[in-house]
């Protein structure tokens, strides 16, 4: 099913991150829904178990999950220049959208209002990632166990505890279950590579390129978690030790990365941009997106032949099943958010229903609830 790697055109691959960059709002359990929705559902480059030993593997090494997702999607389809075309093309919209508002920030000191916007993309994204548990949950929770399981790292995710440490929790009791417990350090340790080391002498940082580069590298290299982790790693590093942000303009990036499509990660080029126009953008999005292109180029020339393991095939079923049950810990959450009235409790059921019965292509939906946020927010207004 999957194509040898160099054997296949790079521009599907290309076309279909460069509309997943364009449209992919709602954050990284929207984004992994609807990779899964194009590449495993509508053009079968993976299937299930691909797609969540891939999906497991982004979720034990640091930064951005679904660009991560993307550049494993791309080295399986085209190798290492498929890797590079795919996260590449999932990052590159992103930057570009958000370069414009923060060129506008820059000019005119405010943030367009996309609120009623986001008020009709929610509930379509819930919509798609609640589909797409429902698809990955008959692969992941194939047994009473696993689904046990998965129930345990829900409510440890509900409990606040720490999404890394329920990941690796899950693997190693699927490990110890099945009799397997030689699995070793250095097992653990190719799935999860030690982050690079901070910047040396970052006291003596100064707000340029350069400086942009290596802190956002550093924290490219080192960030597990959401999106509130970021904008506590961006609220450490450039308002209170560096002194390069104010608060509100900490919180303008993280609102821009919030209502702009791809990679939240790309609040990155705002940042940059703010501090030093055009080639600060550039620089700070290199930086916190060039350790993934490494980690998964790493990551990813191993990851099949540790399958092979029955050991680390036990750990990754494990990790499989809690990577589950984060997205729907996070389905939930955005349900909270999304479901506020009648008119959105509408949109997420139509989404719900078109997916089912007439597969309309997610990407479009997104679009359709966009406009539809839009049409109620001017009828309101």
Not at 122 to 151: C, E, F, I, T, W
Not at 171 to 181: D, K, N, S
Not at 315 to 332: P, Q
Not at 356 to 364: E, L
Request: glycine share 12%.
């Amino acid at each position: 099913m999957t194509a040898s790697p160099g054997s296949t055109s790079l521009a599907p691959l290309a076309a279909v991150f460069l509309r997943l960059g364009a449209t992919a709002f709602g954050g990284p359990a929207a984004h992994i829904a609807l990779m899964h929705d194009e590449v495993v559902r509508r053009r079968r480059w993976l299937d299930e178990a691909e797609f969540l030993d891939l999906l497991g593997a982004v979720n034990l090494i640091p930064g951005p999950n679904s660009t991560e997702l993307a550049m494993h999607v791309g080295r399986r389809r085209g190798g290492w220049r498929g890797l590079v075309v795919a996260g590449t093309c999932f990052i590159v919209p992103a930057m570009l959208i958000t370069a414009a508002f923060a060129a506008a920030y820059v000019r005119y000191g405010t943030l367009p209002s996309a609120t009623f916007v986001m008020h009709g993309i929610k509930p379509v994204v819930l919509a798609v990632v609640a589909r797409a548990v429902l698809d990955l949950a008959r692969r992941a929770a194939s047994s009473d166990g696993l689904r046990l399981l998965g129930l345990l790292a829900i409510g440890a995710n509900f409990a606040g505890v720490h999404e890394l440490l329920v990941l690796l929790v899950a693997g190693l009791v699927v490990v110890a279950a099945r009799r397997r417990w030689r699995l070793g350090a250095a097992g653990l340790g190719v799935l999860w590579p030690r982050a690079a080391p901070a910047a040396a002498a970052a006291a003596a940082l100064t707000p340029g390129a350069t400086g942009l580069f290596l802190v956002f590298a550093k924290i490219g290299a080192t960030l597990f978690g959401s999106g509130y982790v970021l904008l506590a790693y961006l609220r450490a590093d450039f308002v209170e030790r560096l002194g390069w942000l104010t608060e509100a303009q900490l919180v303008d990036a993280v609102a821009v990365g919030q209502f702009t499509p791809g990679p939240l990660s790309s609040t990155a080029t705002f940042v940059g941009y703010v501090v030093d126009g055009p080639l600060g953008a550039l620089a700070a999005t290199a930086g916190i997106f060039l350790p993934a292109f490494v980690l998964v180029a790493l990551s990813g020339a191993l990851l099949q032949r540790l399958r092979a393991s029955r050991a680390v095939g036990a750990f990754l079923d494990g990790v499989n099943v809690a990577s589950l049950a984060l997205m729907v810990v996070v389905a939930v959450q955005l349900g909270r958010a999304a479901i506020v009235d009648v008119p959105t409790a509408g949109l997420a059921v139509l989404a719900a229903v078109l997916l089912v019965r007439w597969k309309v292509n997610p990407a479009w939906l997104v679009l359709g609830g966009a406009v539809a946020g839009f049409g109620l927010g001017c009828l309101r207004g």
